[in-house]
T-cell receptor, first 117, second 113 residues
Framework: EPEVTQTPSHQVTQMGQEVILRCVPI?????FYWYRQILGQKVEFLVS????????KSEIFDDQFSVERPDGSNFTLKIRSTKLEDSAMYFCASSEFIGWGARLEQYFGPGTRLTVT | GENVEQHPSTLSVQEGDSAVIKCTYSDSASNYFPWYKQELGKRPQLIIDIRSNVGEKKDQRIAVTLNKTAKHFSLHITETQPEDSAVYFCAVRRWEYGNKLVFGAGTILRVKS
């Protein structure tokens, strides 16, 4: 069964450094997402991406964050200048399509644990 | 914005008993309600979902019920097994606005054998 994949599984970085988290969504999916989960807390939406542009973003997704689909398979999340509070598990997800009658399920990748020191 | 409340935060049951987790939501336009199971250090995995035009859905030992009028939906697990122990998250979606999922705070389910 196809799965969303993410690399790296764990990233340690120093405060102020830039990080890029990578995701390969399921191949026939058109909608991509980033969520984050601070240890012991709920999953929080960051951004959704469709047709090569951001369709929605949360208040967490400020100017330090950006997303990109650099080619036909990868989907990346960049944090320009990391802060201690960015430490979390970052999940990429993808779904087939939107719209009534379409498959709505979002499938999550295994996550990247980001540790900012 | 959408607010999702999930109860209880922890639930301990004896193996073989049933478990029920309930979520309430605020946005009456929400139209899709998935449940995810997350084991320690793993990804959230979709276990069952329901759309707003359906009142109940069942898949073997798990079921979800939706009450649109009261704006709540519940996960029911029957004949619980130790491998059901995990954190369960409910979520809601309103598809017109970017397709985001808004998650509840999670329920830690412990099944004692």
């Amino acid at each position: 069964e196809p799965e969303v994949t993410q690399t790296p599984s764990h990233q340690v970085t120093q405060m102020g450094q830039e990080v890029i988290l990578r995701c390969v969504p399921i191949s026939n999916h058109l909608y991509f997402y980033w969520y984050r989960q601070i240890l012991g807390q709920k999953v929080e939406f960051l951004v959704s991406f469709y047709n090569n542009e951001i369709s929605e973003k949360s208040e967490i997704f400020d100017d330090q964050f950006s997303v990109e689909r650099p080619d036909g398979s990868n989907f990346t999340l960049k944090i320009r200048s990391t802060k201690l509070e960015d430490s979390a598990m970052y999940f990429c997800a993808s779904s087939e399509f939107i719209g009534w009658g379409a498959r709505l399920e979002q499938y999550f990748g295994p996550g990247t644990r980001l540790t900012v020191t | 914005g959408e607010n999702v409340e999930q109860h209880p935060s922890t639930l301990s049951v004896q193996e073989g008993d049933s478990a029920v987790i309930k979520c309430t939501y605020s946005d009456s336009a929400s139209n899709y309600f998935p449940w995810y199971k997350q084991e320690l250090g793993k990804r959230p995995q979709l276990i069952i979902d329901i759309r707003s035009n359906v009142g109940e859905k069942k898949d073997q030992r798990i079921a979800v019920t939706l009450n649109k009028t009261a704006k709540h939906f519940s996960l029911h697990i029957t004949e619980t097994q130790p491998e059901d122990s995990a954190v369960y998250f409910c979520a809601v979606r309103r598809w017109e606005y970017g397709n985001k999922l808004v998650f509840g705070a999670g329920t830690i389910l412990r099944v004692k054998s």
